[in-house]
T-cell receptor, first 111, second 116 residues
Framework: RKEVEQDPGPFNVPEGATVAFNCTYS??????FFWYRQDCRKEPKLLMS???SGNEDGRFTAQLNRASQYISLLIRDSKLSDSATYLC????????????FGTGTRLKVLA | GAVVSQHPSRVICKSGTSVKIECRSL??????MFWYRQFPKQSLMLMAT?????????EQGVEKDKFLINHASLTLSTLTVTSAHPEDSSFYIC????????????FGPGTRLLVL
């Protein structure tokens, strides 16, 4: 089983739609969680951290369920510019606090 | 946010040559730097973690004699791909963090390596 699993998609949605991505992680000792966005042939950029109480940043809402070991990202009112790959990232403890990346979920917002 | 640069942005080389990639943190001191590799349509895979002034820690399956990492200062880490072969062609991305704990990692723009 992969340490961080995501549905690779692609998710094709019309502009203005609401779309949700889920991610599951296997290491129950994981402490911090992030969503990154990666555009084609570019480096990942931090979208938002994910907190236990859930957090929102404009049209983006992230949730963490520690009991079920999953993280979600909700995008409301999708824009064409939201088209990208969304990477779920778990910061694993165990000495080096290294990031473990999911394979990413591709989103394409259609006009 | 913090800025991390990489040089070169892309490189094409012949099989058997060595290629050096630089990663610099421009506006903060990076205690820890990470090197990742990403093949097409795959996720980022961590290759190694380097802390300034100490030897890099390599992930399982990554040959330390092939991928030489030097983190000689708090703002510079280098990755040298020795005797590169076509299967080493990939997108190499570094990231930097100011601490050794749970601080956010900031990514460089990546280096696209093509080995002919």
């Amino acid at each position: 089983r992969k340490e961080v699993e995501q549905d690779p998609g692609p998710f094709n949605v019309p502009e203005g739609a609401t779309v949700a991505f889920n991610c599951t992680y296997s290491n129950s000792a994981s402490q911090s969680f992030f969503w990154y966005r990666q555009d084609c042939r570019k480096e990942p950029k931090l979208l938002m951290s994910v907190y236990s109480s859930g957090n929102e940043d404009g049209r983006f809402t992230a949730q963490l369920n520690r009991a079920s070991q999953y993280i979600s990202l909700l995008i409301r009112d999708s824009k064409l510019s939201d088209s990208a790959t969304y990477l779920c990232v778990v910061n694993a403890r165990g000495g080096t606090y290294k990031y473990i990346f999911g394979t990413g979920t591709r989103l394409k917002v259609l006009a | 946010g913090a800025v991390v640069s990489q040089h070169p942005s892309r490189v094409i080389c012949k099989s058997g040559t060595s290629v050096k990639i630089e990663c610099r943190s421009l506006d903060f001191q990076a205690t820890t730097m990470f090197w990742y590799r990403q093949f097409p349509k795959q996720s980022l895979m961590l290759m190694a973690t380097s802390n300034e002034g100490s030897k890099a820690t390599y992930e399982q399956g990554v040959e330390k004699d092939k991928f030489l990492i030097n983190h000689a200062s708090l703002t510079l880490s280098t990755l040298t791909v020795t005797s590169a072969h076509p299967e080493d062609s990939s997108f190499y991305i570094c990231s930097a963090r100011w601490d050794r704990g749970e601080g956010t990692q900031y990514f460089g723009p990546g280096t696209r390596l093509l080995v002919l």
